[in-house]
């Protein structure tokens, strides 16, 4: 078999017993694992009792994204790996597109398919649409969603192209690439982890690429609301690590200063809101930021790109200029 299937799970027994059942349903060829982070619910026994023919990878602890990931691919030997949240629901057929797309060219290292929201089906998710862009200050965006703004899916994107990024919700990425990158960075935990890696498949010649003919409908926060705090913490935070990772040098000082201003006026905008926890998520990541600067100033590379952005700024195309759809924007 040349694809695997691994779904992070950790205390997800109920989101396991509700989309699994499509997952084995439409991935005939493929083989399925669950990656557990040493969940405390009963998640491991529902596997074994209800769900026999998926392989059971069980992490020592709770690592997170990031590393539950890194850590459960050392023992997977298919050289294609579909990575999907535990809330994904798949249809047929979702496999056999993305097979082609890497085998059809073998500068594309990174895919991802159509990704609509389990709840308004036909309506794109958040997380990642028809695919991910970022602009000149690192702020990502989506075919399909800039900011709050959601599209409806219209065909408007009924296409195969060359992305940024893929969303973690549904990533597929070449075994040989993910080890040669050495998976995702651990010191982000969850969130953003998945742009910062296509970030560095980009910078070393690496294509990564949307499909529509795969489709895949995805509940989104069903792990971490995007009320929480927490998740604004850890967004404001990595999308800052991100930038010292990736930018080119000439640009690094000059883009971080301005990227500091606007997560200054964001947290004031949650301010104003009454969302006082959001506020202080972003001092704090700007905190954790500061104290981790020179670890994260370390891993930078010397290969770096300076065209990874098509539109210089979302926040003044969105706010300033109106641009709320995507094909507004060019």
């Known amino acids: 078999m040349k694809i695997a299937v691994v779904i992070l799970n950790w205390n997800g027994e109920k989101l396991l017993q509700q989309f699994l059942p499509s997952v084995i349903q439409y991935s005939e060829n493929a083989t399925i694992y669950v990656a557990d982070n040493a969940s405390t619910d009963t998640s491991i026994e529902v596997l074994k009792s209800e769900f026999p023919s998926v392989k059971i990878i069980q992490n020592k602890e709770n690592y997170g994204f990031a590393?539950?990931?890194?850590?459960?691919?050392?023992?997977?030997?298919?050289?294609?790996?579909?990575?999907i949240n535990s809330d994904?629901?798949?249809?047929?057929?979702?496999?056999?597109p993305i097979i082609s797309l890497f085998e059809k060219d073998i500068e594309t290292a990174i895919i991802q398919p159509k990704l609509l929201d389990y709840k308004k089906k036909t309506h794109f998710e958040y997380a990642g649409a028809a695919g991910g862009f970022i602009d000149k200050y690192g702020y990502p965006f989506c075919r399909g969603r800039i900011f709050e703004t959601i599209e409806e899916d219209k065909s408007q994107f009924e296409d195969e192209t060359e992305i940024f990024w893929a969303t973690g919700a549904c990533f597929f990425i070449r075994k040989e690439v993910f080890h040669e990158l050495k998976g995702f960075d651990i010191d982000f935990f969850a969130h953003q982890e998945e742009i910062d890696l296509c970030w560095r498949a980009f910078n070393l010649g690496y294509k990564t690429?949307?499909?529509?003919?795969?489709?895949?409908y995805h509940v989104g926060g069903a792990t971490l609301d995007v009320a929480n705090p927490h998740?604004?913490?850890l967004n404001f935070r990595n999308s800052l690590f991100m930038l010292v990772k990736n930018l080119p040098s000439k640009k690094l000082i000059q883009i971080l200063f301005f990227r500091m201003i606007l997560d200054g006026i964001a947290a004031f905008k949650f301010l104003l809101q009454g969302k006082f926890k959001h506020f202080l998520a972003v001092g704090k990541a700007h905190f954790h930021f500061y104290i981790k600067f020179g670890m994260f100033f370390k891993k930078?590379?010397?290969n770096l790109k300076t065209n990874y952005f098509k539109i210089k700024s979302i926040v003044f195309s969105y706010f300033i200029s109106k641009h709320k759809v995507f094909l507004e924007l060019f």
């Open 67 to 83: 590393q539950g990931y890194n850590e459960a691919l050392q023992f997977v030997e298919e050289p294609y790996y579909a990575l």
């Open 88 to 96: 994904i629901e798949v249809t047929a057929n979702w496999l056999q």
């Open 209 to 216: 690429k949307y499909t529509s003919k795969s489709v895949v």
């Open 231 to 233: 998740k604004t913490y």
């Open 300 to 302: 930078r590379k010397t």
